[in-house]
């Protein structure tokens, strides 16, 4: 199942925090496709992201208690920049 602001997911407090953790580890790490990509002399921030990709949350496989988060183009669906797995309880899968 996808969620959606009409069909949100429900997670523990542990989970959303895990969730916001680690895209923003994302965000400031090496594997940020666009930590070196500037406009008009300036890094590229969040609003960057929000505008070029959508955050998707989807069931994982066929369990009820693990959610995948990515980061999704708009442009181009194929191009998929974060994933990570969730348990919705526990927060992340490792």
């Known amino acids: 199942m996808t969620y959606s ?3 949100p997911c429900t997670v523990s407090p542990e ?3 895990d969730i916001a953790t680690q895209m923003e580890l994302w965000y400031n790490s090496e594997g940020n496709p666009f930590r070196h990509l500037f406009e008009q002399g300036k890094r590229v921030n969040q609003k960057y992201i929000v505008k ?3 955050l998707i949350i989807e069931d994982y496989l066929d369990t009820d208690n693990h959610i995948e988060v990515r980061l999704q183009s708009k442009e181009n669906p194929g191009l998929i ?8 309880t526990f927060g992340c899968v490792k």
């Open 5 to 7: 602001s009409k069909n």
């Open 81 to 88: 920049v974060y994933r990570e797995v969730f348990d919705k």
């Open 15 to 17: 989970c959303y925090k």
């Open 52 to 54: 070029k990709f959508d």
